[in-house]
């Protein structure tokens, strides 16, 4: 079965600082995606950033980047110089292979950052 | 951002009766999904559709049904809501094997039943 893992329910970070949220993951396919996807107060998914798992280059997204530790089944989010609007809950998700109910999103419970000026 | 319009926004309904959401998208994405996001819960796929007329179901299906007669929309309906139902309900879309590998979500439906 396929399983995503966050550790930590909440987090702060002052601004312009770097901050990383954990997600680890657990599953028997060998291919597969990562996603992370931010949630702020208004409620919708913002897509962020994709890795797949034969990318060998960690993914980056303007200043979102995806560590990337295969071997650790870790695919952690670093978000540098935080900014006021980065607060939000934010979701580490997988995908499997697409004969798996068309390839549906997996997701953790989620962080809830808290960005402070 | 990816077209995905998604309606009614809110709706509160009473148990028992009947209730269709709606989700559009303008991407021509061949995968389209219905998620419910509950406390404690996270995201949990109800249906997905794999093209016209081709659906099939996720993990939390029972009490829904779904449609898809064109590409661009796929409905969900509650035939007879529940209290259990409530929640946010988030319609996505994607299409891996042409390459997009993201899923984008539309603005989200909370519905509400009394």
């Known amino acids: 079965a396929q399983k995503i893992t966050q550790t930590q329910p909440g987090m702060f970070v002052q601004e312009k600082e770097a901050v990383t949220l954990d997600c680890t993951y657990d599953?028997?396919?060998?291919?597969?995606?990562l996603f992370w996807y931010k949630q702020p107060s208004s409620g919708e998914m913002i897509f962020l950033i994709y890795?797949?798992?034969?990318?060998?280059q960690n993914a980056t997204e303007g200043r979102y980047s995806l560590n990337f530790q295969k071997a650790r089944k870790s695919a952690n989010l670093v978000i540098s110089a935080s900014q006021l609007g980065d607060s939000a809950m934010y979701f580490c998700a997988m995908r499997g292979m697409i004969y798996n109910q068309g390839g549906k999103l997996i997701f953790g419970q989620g962080t809830e950052l808290s960005v402070k000026p | 951002d990816a077209g995905i319009t998604q309606s009614p926004r809110h709706k509160v309904t009473e148990t028992g009766t009947p209730v269709t959401l709606r989700c559009h998208q303008t991407e021509n994405h061949r995968y389209m999904y219905w998620y419910r996001q509950d406390p404690g819960h996270g995201l949990r796929l109800i249906h997905y559709?794999?093209?016209?007329?081709?659906?099939d179901k996720g993990e939390v299906s029972d009490g829904y049904s779904v449609s898809r007669s064109k590409t661009e929309d796929f409905l969900l309906t509650l035939e007879s809501a529940t209290s259990s139902q409530t929640s946010v309900y988030f319609c996505a879309i994607s299409d891996p094997q042409a390459g997009v590998n993201e899923q984008f979500f539309g603005p989200g439906t909370r519905l509400t039943v009394l």
């Open positions: 599953t028997s396919d060998q291919s597969y995606g």
């Open positions: 559709s794999y093209g016209v007329k081709d659906t």
């Open positions: 890795q797949g798992s034969y990318d060998e």
